[in-house]
C-alpha cells in the first residue's frame, strides 16, 4: 500500500486495520555502538505540506530532511508508468542541512547552567521557498531561516602569474608589488620593463575585470531573531498561530504571547503563580494553539486537566472557557495517582474538533464541544501498574512521552519503553490497536493477542477503552527494557507516515 492510499472501509463500518511497514532509517546505530548523549534527539516536526521533517537534538543542533519521492519535475505519476519510469514503493526523505541552533549558557544571577538541548521546534509559514522554525532549549527561542544562497567565485583573472608574459618569460618578482584593483601589479614606475620585453602582436590587450559568476548553491542557516528573558522557567511548548503572525510559548507557570517580528518584548496571557509559592499545587506542562480559530488555546496541567481559553475575552486569560478533566474514581487514590495523571503532551486534531492527550498510563481523546469526559482512552501503560513503585525509584514514572493523531483524525500514536509505539484507531467502532517496535522490522515485537474493546457502562460519553492487552513480554516472553524509551514522534500530516525518535535514530514507518 503507497503511503498516500486512502483505507477503504466497510460500508457503515471502522476503517481496516493497516499493515505498517519500515520506510528508513537514519542514524542507524551498530551493533554495541554507545550513543554519545548530544545525540540522542529530543524533538521531532513535520512542516504543514510534510515535504520536510526536522528533528533536534541534546547538543543543540537542528537537522533537516527533505521529502524526495514527490519530485516528479512536473510529470504526472502516470505519465512516468507509460514511461516505465521507476517509481518509489514507499516515502523516501534525504538529509538536507543542520545547524547549531543553540549553546550551553551559564546564567550568572542564578548560578545555573542552561543545556543546549532542543525541547521543541515548530515550522513557519514558508514563503519564497524560504524554510523557517522555531527552536528552544529551557530558556530562548529562536527564529530560523534556511534559504539557498549561491556561492560566487572569481572564475577570470586578470593576471595569472602561472602564464608567460611578453616574449615568454615568466612574470615572477623577488619582492611583494602593490596590487591594484584589477588583480595586476605595480611598483610605481615603467622601468621594469625589461628590454627583452616585446608586445604581442597587435598591442597590449585592454583591461580586464576579474569575472564573478555563481556556479553552485548552499544551504544558509540564519537566525533572524532570539526571544529571551521572557521565562523564569523552563519552556516545555512553543505553538505557532493560525494568523501567521504569532506564536505562545509556556513554562511551568505561564503561557506568553509574542509576535514573530518583535523580539524584545512578549504578552503574559496565562499565570497560575500563587502569592505565595507553598500553595502551588499543579503546573502547565504542554500549551497549543487552536489549528484555526487564532483566538483560541489549550494548555494541560499536572493534574490531569486541560483548558481551553479564548483570548477575546480577557488581556490576562486566567479564567477557563472551558475545562476538560476526567473525575477519580472511587477509592482508586494512591501515592501516584497524581504523578501519573499528570498531561505531558497535548495535540489538536488537524480540524480543530478534538484534542489528544498522554498521561503516563493512557491516551485520551476529548470533543472540544463535549466537557464531561474524554470520548476515548486508551491503555498504554496499564502493564506498568503493578511496577509503578520501580518506576517510582528510578525516575521513569517522570518520563515525558509526546503522542500524535493522523491528518485524517481517524488514528493515534504515541512511544512507550524497550523502543516501542503503540497505534490506535479512534474511529467510531474501530478495533484497532499495534504494537510496533522502532526497528527495520517494527512488527517483530508485535503482540499476538487480539484487542476487544471493553465499553463503559456510561453510554453517555461513549468511552472506548483499548489497547488493555499486557505488552510487558513480546511473544517470545523478552521483557522489555525501561532504559529505551521511545518518548518523540510525529505523524504525516497527510498520509499514514510516522516519524519516530530512538536515542540517535530516527525511524520512519508507511502503511
Request: with cysteine.
Amino acid at each position: 500500500m503507497h503511503g498516500g492510499d486512502e483505507v477503504v472501509a466497510a460500508p457503515g463500518g471502522p476503517p481496516q486495520q493497516l499493515d505498517w511497514k519500515f520506510s528508513q532509517v537514519f542514524g542507524e546505530r551498530t551493533a554495541g555502538e554507545e550513543v554519545q548523549e548530544v545525540d540522542i534527539i529530543s524533538a521531532i516536526e513535520f512542516d504543514k505540506t510534510g515535504d520536510h521533517l526536522a528533528t533536534g537534538d541534546r547538543g543543540g543542533r537542528v537537522v533537516l530532511f527533505e521529502r524526495t519521492d514527490t519530485k516528479d519535475h512536473g510529470v504526472s505519476r502516470r505519465d512516468l508508468e507509460r514511461m516505465d519510469y521507476p517509481i518509489s514503493r514507499h516515502p523516501e526523505f534525504r538529509y538536507k542541512t543542520e545547524f547549531q541552533s543553540h549553546e550551553p549558557e551559564f546564567d550568572y544571577l542564578k548560578s545555573l547552567e542552561i543545556e543546549e538541548k532542543i525541547n521543541k521546534i515548530r515550522w513557519c509559514q514558508t514563503a519564497n521557498g524560504v524554510l523557517s522554525l522555531l527552536s528552544t532549549n529551557d530558556k530562548t527561542i529562536k527564529f530560523w531561516k534556511v534559504q539557498e544562497k549561491k556561492v560566487k567565485k572569481i572564475s577570470d583573472m586578470n593576471l595569472d602569474p602561472s602564464k608567460a608574459v611578453g616574449n615568454g618569460s615568466v612574470a615572477s618578482s623577488s619582492s611583494p608589488k602593490p596590487c591594484l584593483a584589477n588583480g595586476s601589479s605595480f611598483d610605481g614606475s615603467y622601468d621594469n620593463l625589461s628590454n627583452d620585453f616585446s608586445p604581442p602582436p597587435g598591442g597590449l590587450p585592454s583591461l580586464r575585470l576579474p569575472v564573478v559568476t555563481s556556479q553552485e548553491t548552499n544551504l544558509l542557516a540564519r537566525c533572524r531573531r532570539v526571544y529571551g528573558h521572557a521565562h523564569d522557567y523552563h519552556i516545555n511548548s512553543i505553538s505557532n498561530n493560525s494568523d501567521g503572525e504569532t506564536f505562545i510559548s509556556a513554562d511551568d507557570l505561564r503561557i506568553n504571547l509574542w509576535n514573530l517580528e518583535i523580539s524584545s518584548q512578549s504578552f503574559n496571557i496565562v499565570d497560575v503563580k500563587p502569592a505565595n509559592m507553598e500553595d502551588l499545587t499543579e503546573v502547565i506542562t504542554s500549551a497549543e494553539f487552536h489549528p484555526t480559530h487564532c483566538n483560541m488555546l489549550a494548555y494541560s496541567s499536572s493534574k490531569g486537566s486541560i483548558r481551553l481559553i479564548d483570548l477575546r475575552q480577557s488581556a490576562l486569560c486566567d479564567s477557563h472557557a472551558k475545562l476538560f478533566e476526567e473525575p477519580e474514581a472511587p477509592g482508586s487514590r494512591s501515592f501516584f495517582t497524581e504523578i501519573i495523571a499528570s498531561i505531558t503532551d497535548i495535540k489538536f486534531s488537524k480540524d480543530g474538533r478534538y484534542i489528544l492527550s498522554r498521561d503516563y498510563m493512557t491516551l485520551k481523546l476529548w470533543d472540544i464541544n463535549m466537557d464531561s469526559g474524554p470520548v476515548a482512552t486508551f491503555q498504554v501503560h496499564e502493564y506498568l501498574r503493578p511496577k509503578l513503585c520501580d518506576l517510582y525509584e528510578n525516575d521513569s514514572i517522570f518520563d515525558k512521552f509526546e503522542c500524535c493523531l493522523s491528518g485524517d483524525g481517524l488514528r493515534v500514536a504515541t512511544g512507550s519503553y524497550s523502543n516501542l509505539f503503540r497505534v490506535f484507531g479512534c474511529a467510531p467502532g474501530s478495533t484497532e490497536s499495534a504494537t510496533l517496535e522502532a526497528s527495520k522490522n517494527p512488527m517483530r515485537r508485535q503482540v499476538q493477542t487480539p484487542t476487544r474493546p471493553s465499553r463503559s457502562l456510561s453510554s453517555i460519553t461513549r468511552v472506548v477503552r483499548r489497547g488493555s492487552e499486557t505488552p510487558g513480554v513480546d511473544a517470545n516472553g523478552n521483557s522489555f527494557d525501561f532504559t529505551t524509551k521511545l518518548l518523540h514522534l510525529a505523524w504525516h500530516p497527510t498520509e499514514n507516515l510516522i516519524a519516530c525518535a530512538a536515542a540517535n535514530s530516527l525511524y520512519m514507518y508507511y502503511a
